[in-house]
């Protein structure tokens, strides 16, 4: 659980940067330039995924039951995702109506995202993974779109054709990673 709970604090902070230490994000940038950021920036992102997706493993081996989902959680929890990928698909496509009304459609899905996850999830180490990303996601979710009011940005009016585009990327990203990803990567086939 140690390796768990270290790889959230580091990917979780790497992501916090811009919101609780924008001034110092400045100076390094200036200091060092933006190639030299981004890469210590996807370092040390990536390390603290590679400790999250193997502490995850190892906790798995050992876990430690918190409650039992109740029957049925399972369906509940692959249309919220379903739901979350569509929402994470709007933040990549512009000009759509999802992310005009959300303003920041990529944090409101990965926020959509943990919650289903803890929905359908019982164990202690599952409960930690996924309310960390909850609770993270909507603190930076709120975080942004107070930035956004304060620098005044308005998102472009969107388009059933863009719309119809963010939901079809949306589903198709849900349905490989649901019905063949998830199990390869995580080991777990929720969909069977």
């Known amino acids: 659980m140690a390796l768990l709970v270290l790889g959230l604090a580091i990917f979780i902070a790497m992501h916090s940067i811009r919101v609780v230490a924008a001034p110092w994000r400045e100076a390094q940038i200036e200091r060092f330039g933006m190639p030299a950021w981004r890469g210590f920036f996807a370092l040390f992102s990536i390390l603290g995924l590679v400790f999250i997706v193997r502490g995850y493993a190892l906790a798995r081996r050992y876990p430690v039951p918190v409650w039992l989902p109740p029957f049925g959680m399972v369906h509940v929890t692959a249309l919220l995702?379903?739901?979350?990928?569509?929402?994470?698909?709007a933040a990549c496509v512009p000009g759509n109506h999802i992310k005009r009304a959300l303003g920041q459609p990529f944090m409101s899905g990965v926020a959509l995202w943990a919650f289903a996850h803890l929905l359908a999830n019982g164990t202690l180490h599952a409960i930690?993974?996924?309310?960390?990303?909850?609770?993270?996601?909507?603190?930076?979710?709120?975080?942004?779109r107070?930035?956004?009011?304060?620098?005044?940005?308005?998102?472009?009016?969107?388009?059933?054709?863009?719309?119809?585009?963010?939901?079809?990327?949306g589903l198709v990203a849900w349905d490989l990673f649901a019905f063949w990803l998830h199990g390869m990567l995580i080991g777990v086939r929720p969909l069977g």
């Open 146 to 169: 107070r930035r956004d009011r304060e620098v005044g940005v308005v998102y472009a009016q969107g388009t059933l054709a863009r719309d119809a585009l963010v939901v079809v990327i």
């Open 81 to 89: 995702t379903a739901i979350a990928f569509v929402m994470i698909a």
């Open 128 to 144: 930690v993974l996924f309310a960390a990303l909850l609770v993270w996601a909507l603190l930076k979710l709120r975080a942004d």
